[in-house]
T-cell receptor, first 115, second 116 residues
Framework: GENVEQHPSTLSVQEGDSAVIKCTYS??????FPWYKQELGKGPQLIID?????GEKKDQRIAVTLNKTAKHFSLHITETQPEDSAVYFC??????????????FGKGTHLIIQP | NAGVTQTPKFQVLKTGQSMTLQCAQD?????MYWYRQDPGMGLRLIYY???????DKGEVPNGYNVSRLNKREFSLRLESAAPSQTSVYFC???????????????FGEGSWLTVV
């Protein structure tokens, strides 16, 4: 099955600086890569996603890049703000074959924005 | 706009007790999921239901059963709770049958379960 590795597990950046979180996946058949933000005591919420036919996608201060050859994708947050502090999860659609079988998640990155 | 609603929010069980976590979505989604979240482990899929009337095992199904009661509701049952099942449980739903088609998964707010 699919395996998703996420780094770093904790990231501390100064307010206003950029943050980058990286993920790798194992199954070359995966074709959908969402990123979720989870605030304390809440469920994960989708912030951006990318499909395998696109190399980069941007939404205001957030961007995601995908390298299919290397099987890795990254989340970039620019001009970080205190409200960006949260746990971020990357995910990939599970391998080949049929079935509606959800997503495989990375283990999460705790992003801390220092004032 | 409720989205995905789970109950209860918090529960403490004794080892060996049974309980059911309830989940309902009001987005007319076909697929529903149950995940558990443990420190350092991320989110792991327990069971999913591609459409009404079908259920399938995910990554960590042992010790759990599910029921897709109708299109809106998907319940998770612990028949004989064990301390290893202490976790945060998230119900989720998505529009299409296959997440690989790139359909967003929407999560509920979570259910905190402690087994003592």
């Amino acid at each position: 099955g699919e395996n998703v590795e996420q780094h770093p597990s904790t990231l501390s950046v100064q307010e206003g600086d950029s943050a980058v979180i990286k993920c790798t996946y194992s199954d070359s058949a995966s074709n959908y890569f969402p990123w979720y933000k989870q605030e304390l005591g809440k469920g994960p919420q989708l912030i951006i996603d990318i499909r395998s036919n696109v190399g980069e996608k941007k939404d205001q201060r957030i961007a995601v890049t995908l390298n299919k050859t290397a099987k890795h994708f990254s989340l970039h947050i620019t001009e970080t703000q205190p409200e960006d502090s949260a746990v971020y999860f990357c995910a990939a659609s599970i391998g080949s074959g049929g079935g509606a079988d959800g997503l495989t998640f990375g283990k999460g990155t705790h992003l801390i924005i220092q004032p | 706009n409720a989205g995905v609603t789970q109950t209860p929010k918090f529960q403490v069980l004794k080892t060996g007790q049974s309980m059911t976590l309830q989940c309902a979505q009001d987005m007319n989604h076909n697929s529903m999921y149950w995940y558990r979240q443990d420190p350092g482990m991320g989110l792991r899929l327990i069971y999913y239901s591609a459409s009404e009337g079908t259920t399938d095992k995910g990554e960590v199904p042992n010790g759990y059963n599910v029921s897709r009661l109708n299109k809106r509701e998907f319940s998770l049952r612990l028949e004989s709770a064990a301390p290893s099942q202490t976790s945060v449980y998230f119900c989720a739903s998505s529009e299409a049958e296959q997440v690989k088609r790139g359909n967003t998964i929407y999560f509920g707010e979570g259910s905190w379960l402690t087994v003592v």
